[in-house]
């Protein structure tokens, strides 16, 4: 289970529990908080991308707000009460069915050492169309290779009957252009009403400001107009579903007073916001290497130094000089809070700080800054990592690799490329190394590194993966790209891709391991292109895939020798 699925699990029991308490207690207090853990709600989801849900959580917030009176009219009457409970029941019940089992989310990691990756989870979409249409079936057949499972459904179907949520729901007319027509608009309700999280999208919707507006008011999320839809839907599918694995939001706390702490981290968890604290600004640095943070909560007056002086102190290195930091302090004298600011801080709150605007600002501050990591770490035309983000990454997995013993990494080039701009045109290479990207993207899991290293060249890395079973896995990959279809303005073609694999031996930088698996690469396209290699040949690899079996074997020796001597 991911942090952010964690992080919405937990407000939802918080949710339930906090209007129990109110109704058995009838506090005012209470009631505040109740709709405090409303509003975190909504504001997780939102991240998440579950619009169906963030709007019922703002039709019961709104609600709620109108019982904002004086704290001796609680506990609200009983037909108030009871109209709360009938909007918060369908919101409990669609959060619940958002918690899946591990392994039941988008493209995620087998907890089990040494398994190779799998498409599996919560990956099926609904495609609703006239029976009689071809796009829909050559939508669908696309979305496949793209490791998703498309179901076909005709116009005017009962979808209480589905099954189980699906991620998407995708909404094809017959003709593009033209205003949904009644029955069709009727549908989309239907599907809204009856998943309030799954998104749902609209095809080929007219350029038309009354016709979104109406697709919107009846339930849809995002309406895909006239012309390359079909790429524009798989690329949005594949960005939910890195959206909905976010991590949790984490925010290093640096204050002195554990009253001050316990207050802001009760705000905090609140909105499912994660977070650590130290009381000492000299473990500042090695907590923020340790935490890696999203912002910092700093106060203002400490032992040994000011907040500013400990944020100007963080300034001077390259890694902290964006990361948003937020001061916290009874300082009311402007002229000081605007010179805190000037030396580097980012917003300047006064304690006792309200706890919806804390944690408004600290969401605000740390989604702008994900945003701005992401700009500057990812490639604009396939959404990867990019060329120097994929090399720290594949660093970073290496001194991990440490104590799993298990690394591969992979260099993938397109074959001939140059002649497919040369003959095709620049868009449609562009097209081509989407689709790879596309296709990396939907059979990996969460936890592999995936990136754009360059022009036609993409990097690979899977943590925990034996040479032999990324060997398979890339290979179905790469034989499966080579019969994906691109168009172009006379028909169709199709391209293939080279691969170089090398394994982590427990001394390799990640550097050396990338120089390996280019020279593997180099292999692949001297013995003939489209086709994988591993660094040192077959006999390497079997040589490594037999050494880790001996490796695990004299783990489990040990175990076992451990626990008898425990039972004895």
Not at 145 to 167: C, K, N, T
Not at 179 to 192: D, K
Not at 459 to 474: D, H, K, T
Request: overall charge negative; charged content about 20%; proline content about 5%.
């Amino acid at each position: 289970m991911t942090d952010a699925i964690k992080s919405i699990h937990k407000l939802t029991e918080a949710l339930e529990q906090g209007w129990m308490q109110y109704r058995a207690r009838g506090d005012f207090d209470l009631f505040v908080e109740f709709v405090v853990l409303l509003n975190g709600l909504a504001e997780q989801l939102h991240r998440r991308h579950l619009p169906g849900l963030v709007r019922q959580c703002q039709e019961l917030e709104n609600a709620a707000l109108t019982l904002f009176v004086e704290p001796e009219m609680h506990p609200v009457p009983l037909d108030q009460a009871l109209a709360i409970e009938r909007k918060l029941s369908p919101i409990l019940e669609g959060l619940r069915l958002q918690d899946a089992p591990p392994g039941q989310g988008g493209r995620s990691s087998d907890s089990r050492p040494g398994l190779p990756p799998k498409v599996r989870g919560r990956r099926r979409l609904l495609l609703i169309a006239q029976e009689t249409c071809s796009r829909a079936q050559a939508l669908a057949q696309r979305l496949e290779f793209f490791g998703f499972q498309a179901d076909l459904r005709p116009w005017g179907s009962d979808f209480s009957i589905v099954g189980e949520a699906p991620l998407a729901a995708v909404f094809i007319p017959e003709l593009e252009g033209r205003a949904y027509p009644p029955a069709a608009i009727q549908s989309i309700v239907q599907m809204r009403s009856a998943f309030p999280a799954t998104y749902i999208y609209c095809l080929g919707a007219p350029v038309n400001l009354q016709s979104i507006i109406l697709l919107q008011r009846a339930g849809a999320d995002t309406c895909l107009t006239v012309g390359g839809s079909g790429c524009a839907l798989i690329s949005h599918v594949l960005d939910l579903i890195g959206r909905q694995e976010q991590d949790a939001y984490r925010v290093l706390i640096v204050e002195d007073s554990a009253t001050a702490t316990a207050h802001v981290r009760r705000a905090l968890t609140q909105h499912a916001i994660e977070s650590q604290a130290i009381n000492d600004p000299r473990q500042l640095l090695e907590a923020a290497a340790q935490y890696r943070p999203d912002a910092i909560l700093m106060d203002m007056y400490m032992p040994f130094c000011t907040g500013v002086e400990a944020t100007s102190a963080l300034r001077q290195l390259p890694e902290y000089r964006a990361l948003p930091v937020i001061y916290l302090s009874s300082e009311t004298d402007i002229a000081q809070q605007v010179e805190a600011l000037r030396l580097g801080g980012d917003q300047f709150l006064t304690k006792p700080a309200n706890p919806i605007i804390l944690a408004s600002v600290v969401k605000t501050k740390i989604e702008r800054y994900r945003e701005m990591l992401h700009a500057s770490q990812h490639d604009s035309l396939t959404g990867l990592l990019n060329h120097l983000a994929s090399k720290i990454q594949v660093e970073r997995l290496a001194l991990d690799a440490a104590q799993s013993g298990l690394l591969t990494v992979a260099m993938l080039d397109i074959d001939r490329f140059k002649s497919i701009n040369d003959n095709y045109g620049h868009p449609v290479g562009d097209q081509v190394i989407r689709s790879l990207g596309w296709l990396l993207r939907g059979r990996l899991r969460s936890s592999d590194l995936i990136g754009r290293y360059g022009g036609e060249e993409f990097i690979v890395a899977l943590p925990g993966v034996r040479p032999a079973q990324a060997m398979r896995l890339l290979d179905q990959v790469r034989e499966d790209f080579s019969r994906l279809p691109h168009s172009h303005a006379g028909g169709l073609l199709t391209a293939s891709f080279s691969c170089g694999l090398a394994q982590w031996t427990g001394q390799e930088t990640g550097g050396a391991l990338i120089a390996a698996a280019d020279e593997a690469l180099l292999e692949a396209k001297r013995s003939g292109r489209n086709r994988v290699v591993f660094y040192g040949g077959a006999a390497a690899m079997q040589a490594f895939d037999a050494l880790s079996d001996a490796e695990i074997d004299d783990e489990i020796d040990a175990e076992t020798t451990a626990a008898t001597n425990c039972a004895a």
